[in-house]
């Protein structure tokens, strides 16, 4: 795919952070974009910044979604094609994604199945609502969102980080399965695989607030994840359609990533030695 000008992308998740990026960058290449968010505010907020930079002809719409839920990614769909007068779809971004749900031990049970909901489920359900649009296209790209967590199901020592690392090692194993399944089926489509390092954005303060923590704690939280990260969301987003365009099927997204895969593949018996771990890769999470 040599451009996105003309296509319509489809951006979940796309409130804040790379997915907010994702819409503006893609609206500002020529490409409409129907994007969700469960906070109808911030959505609405993404709208408005991506139409202050796009060409004339350009639409992006804004709508309410929770992905855990597959009657309102259903719905979403259906407003989408309605609001766009489209029969098909070219790129679909199932971005959304949140924290929680630690311990798998400690936790309560329903905070680690909420967080695994989100984070596989939607990536499944927007899976099912939107391939068979993608198959209409003359080209069409599914782009699921992992993690580094998706190969590496840590966030080191003393931290337990389960629901979260389940998820993105499921989104990882689906996303693989399907490249195959697409070149018998759909050849024309292809599954692109994300998997960020550290990126500047606000799952940590959404992830808190979506569980009941005060906004002003969630916020505070989350600056020092913010802060630490080397990579902002924007360059993210780059790096992530840049990848697309190329037509890589595997994107590692930041340095850190980067450097944790080559080591998790050369020493997989040494994975979650922290000692040896931390010599190769000094900074893999936020102190």
Not at 114 to 132: E, H, K, Q, S
Not at 200 to 211: C, D, G, K, R
Not at 232 to 251: E, K, P
Request: net charge negative.
């Amino acid at each position: 795919m040599d451009s996105f000008a003309g296509k319509l992308a489809v951006v979940t998740g796309g409130g804040s952070g790379m997915g907010r990026e994702l819409v503006r960058q893609l609206a500002a290449a020529g490409c409409s974009v129907a994007t969700c968010d469960v906070n109808a505010v911030t959505v609405a907020e993404t709208v408005e910044l991506a139409l202050a930079g796009t060409p004339d002809g350009i639409d992006v719409t804004g709508h309410q979604c929770d992905v855990a839920d597959e009657a309102q990614v259903q719905r979403f769909r259906d407003e989408l094609l309605a609001a766009h007068a489209a029969q098909y779809v070219d790129l679909v971004f199932a971005n959304a994604g949140i924290g929680g749900g630690g311990s798998f031990l400690t936790d309560p049970r329903e905070v680690w199945e909420r967080t695994f909901a989100i984070d596989f489920w939607g990536v499944y359900y927007c899976a099912r609502a939107f391939l068979p649009l993608l198959v209409k296209s003359p080209e069409g790209v599914l782009v699921n969102t992992s993690s580094v967590n998706g190969f590496w199901a840590s966030l080191g020592p003393g931290v337990a980080h389960t629901a979260y690392s389940t998820a993105k090692f499921a989104v990882k194993g689906f996303s693989e399965s399907l490249i195959e399944d697409l070149r018998m089926n759909a050849p024309h489509v292809r599954v692109v695989l994300v998997m960020p390092g550290l990126v500047a954005t606000n799952i940590v303060a959404n992830s808190l607030m979506a569980f009941g923590v005060p906004e002003a704690d969630a916020w505070a939280a989350n600056k020092g994840f913010h802060d630490a990260a080397p990579l902002s969301a924007a360059g993210a987003a780059t790096i992530i359609l840049d990848a697309v365009r190329s037509g890589a099927w595997r994107v590692l997204v930041g340095d850190d990533a980067r450097r944790l895969d080559e080591y998790v593949r050369a020493n997989p018996d040494d994975a979650y030695d922290y000692a040896k771990l931390g010599m190769q890769i000094p900074r893999i999470r936020p102190e």
